[in-house]
Structures are given as structure tokens and as C-alpha cells.
Nanobody, 123 residues
């Protein structure tokens, strides 16, 4: 496994979690790093993405103002800070890396490497 997510868990509505994605080698060699989620019975959707180097970030409308993506190249880690969590944020959350810069940043089909996911449950 080349991308490893952590930080998921159960939280009450209004609470916060910070997800981490250990991505040795990917934060420097990939064009984009992204966070995606897949609620039960639904398709995987983009949550937030960052052009490596932190030049640009992209956030889905459903989480804008609540979720923030960031990366720490020294630690080879990408983070997703999630605040004001809602029950509809309940999902498996995945970290992913895209080799190409010519992608739609929040489209999961454009990403090449995926982690195993971490579960977030909001009640």
C-alpha cells in the first residue's frame, strides 16, 4: 500500500476530524493529491484536491467553508481538516494521487494511486 490514510472515526455533528494521508514520494512526484469519499451505496465523489506545491486547491461545494486540504512536503503527508461535520459527511474517505497535471482535480477517474480508506461516521 503506497498511500495510507488515518484519522477517521466517529464524531457527533458539529465536531471536527483531521485526516492524514502518508504519501512518501507522491507529494513531490504527483501533479495532484486529492481526498475523495464514498458514502454507503453511492458513487465515489471528490471532496478536495491540491496541486502539489500548494499552488492551487479545489473544494467541493458540499464541503466548502468546512473542509480544508493541505500538504506538508517535509512529512510527505496530505491532510484534510474537517470542521462542522454533518451526518451526510458519513463515508469512507480515500486519499489519491494523480500523475498528470491535465485533469479535473475532483474527478476520481483521473487519479492513479489510491489508499485503502478511513471511515468517518457523523451522528
Amino acid at each position: 500500500v503506497q498511500l495510507v490514510e488515518s484519522g477517521g472515526g466517529s464524531v457527533q455533528a458539529g465536531g471536527s476530524l483531521r485526516l492524514s494521508c502518508a504519501a512518501p514520494g507522491y507529494t513531490s512526484s504527483s501533479a495532484y493529491m486529492g481526498w475523495f469519499r464514498q458514502p454507503p451505496g453511492k458513487e465515489r465523489e471528490g471532496v478536495a484536491a491540491t496541486r502539489t506545491g500548494g499552488v492551487s486547491t479545489f473544494t467541493a461545494d458540499s464541503v466548502k467553508g468546512r473542509f480544508t486540504i493541505s500538504q506538508d512536503n517535509a512529512k510527505n503527508t496530505v491532510y484534510l481538516q474537517m470542521n462542522s461535520l454533518k451526518p451526510e459527511d458519513t463515508a469512507m474517505y480515500y486519499c489519491a494521487a494523480a500523475r498528470s497535471q491535465y485533469i479535473v482535480p475532483l474527478n476520481p477517474r483521473h487519479y492513479n494511486t489510491w489508499g485503502q480508506g478511513t471511515q468517518v461516521t457523523v451522528s
